[in-house]
């Protein structure tokens, strides 16, 4: 006949032997997947075993722990708080999964879609809805595992049903303590939805020409053009004025402005410029327009409009003209340069 405590050996060699072999299960259940369906890195569901699978192990072994529990024959204390223990892993588990599964479905979403491409409007918007929402979600995720856990605690439930009764109150003190941070998430949804920015997109903020780098639900950071990052409430894109040269798309027109003597020839410039949009791979070949846009006193202002795909181009090739131009005028009419003219005037002889 055996003993209690060997009784107890059997049982804890019973519940290790269950968790052992839900392991083994899992494994091959996992590997049979791969083999079968032949999925690639990049693939869903290789995403979601990959990043589902230490999250669903625990969770796995949890719950097997918890069926295997009264085998073991604990002292009601001892298996109450070991109980309450496995059920608080269990909460932090099942969140831990979630957010594993909503990250790999946000990296096969955006791995489809090509940011760093020529014509990348969709997508940029894409990038910026699942970046927004995904952060939403796993925030709305660890809120409620963070309620679930702390309702497992009879003197935290106890308060909430005190707080429920006083809700009234507790709702006006809770809307004024969080009135910056419910608008600072409202502002995040409305530009997940709205999208007056977007990943990518090229903005003037602050007197600042950059970059949207990164959107969060309380900040956006803007990589500036000197490579500093300014970074901003996400409240200012929704509160105040800024430019988006990138809302519809990445188009812009550039301009360069040349200051040149009367005597200077327009015909000749504007066919150098033209030349010299020819011979560039900056140039998009929609638009370039030459004119003699205002006159001084001293020089007249000659004006090239150029247009390129996007506005890191633009600058190049702005850049690039003004040199050649300048580098032109120099060598061929030197006198169109800026001048200054003086006449003097000879007193007329006495008689």
């Known amino acids: 006949m055996q003993t209690l405590p060997e009784a107890l050996n059997w049982n804890w060699y019973l519940a290790g032997a269950c968790i052992l072999l839900m392991l083994i299960g899992m494994f091959l259940f996992v590997r049979s997947i791969k083999v079968k369906m032949g999925v690639g890195k990049k693939q869903l569901p290789h995403l979601l075993l990959s990043n589902c699978f230490k999250p669903g192990v625990?969770?796995?072994v949890l719950l097997t722990g918890t069926v295997v529990l009264?085998?073991?024959?604990?002292?009601s204390p001892l298996?109450?708080?070991v109980r309450h223990v496995a059920g608080l892993c269990i909460i932090v588990s099942v969140a831990w999964f979630l957010i594993q599964a909503v990250t790999a479905l946000e990296m096969y979403v955006l791995d489809?879609?090509?940011?760093?491409?020529?014509?990348?409007?969709a997508a940029r918007k894409i990038h910026t809805q699942f970046h927004v929402i995904n952060k939403i979600v796993i925030a709305v995720i660890c809120i409620i595992s963070i309620s679930a856990v702390l309702m497992t605690f009879d003197k935290v439930r106890q308060l909430g049903t005190g707080l429920l009764a006083s809700a009234g109150i507790a709702g006006i003190i809770i809307g004024f303590?969080?009135?910056r941070s419910l608008a600072t998430f409202?502002?995040?949804m409305q530009i997940a939805l709205t999208q007056p920015i977007r990943i990518d997109d090229v903005v003037i903020v602050e007197n600042e020409w950059g970059r949207i780098e990164e959107i969060t639900l309380t900040y956006v950071v803007v990589r500036i053009w000197d490579m500093r990052r300014l970074v901003l409430p996400i409240t200012h894109f929704t509160e105040k004025p800024f430019q988006n040269w990138t809302r519809v798309n990445a188009d812009i027109l550039g301009s360069v402005f040349l200051y040149v003597d009367y005597t200077a020839p327009v015909e000749a410039i504007r066919k150098k410029f033209f030349e010299i949009l020819d011979r560039s791979n900056l140039w998009d070949g929609k638009v370039r327009v030459v004119q003699v846009t205002n006159t001084t006193e001293k020089t007249m202002e000659v004006r090239m409009l150029m247009s390129a795909p996007d506005a890191s181009t633009a600058w190049d090739l702005r850049c690039m003209v003004r040199?050649?131009?300048v580098d032109y005028i120099q060598k061929e009419h030197p006198d169109a340069l800026p001048q200054i003219r003086g006449e003097s005037f000879a007193k007329a002889a006495q008689p």
């Open 70 to 75: 009264p085998l073991l024959g604990l002292p």
């Open 177 to 179: 303590a969080a009135q």
């Open 58 to 60: 625990l969770l796995a």
């Open 79 to 81: 298996a109450g708080f």
């Open 323 to 325: 040199e050649k131009l």
């Open 112 to 121: 489809r879609f090509d940011i760093t491409a020529k014509d990348n409007l």
């Open 186 to 188: 409202f502002a995040g």
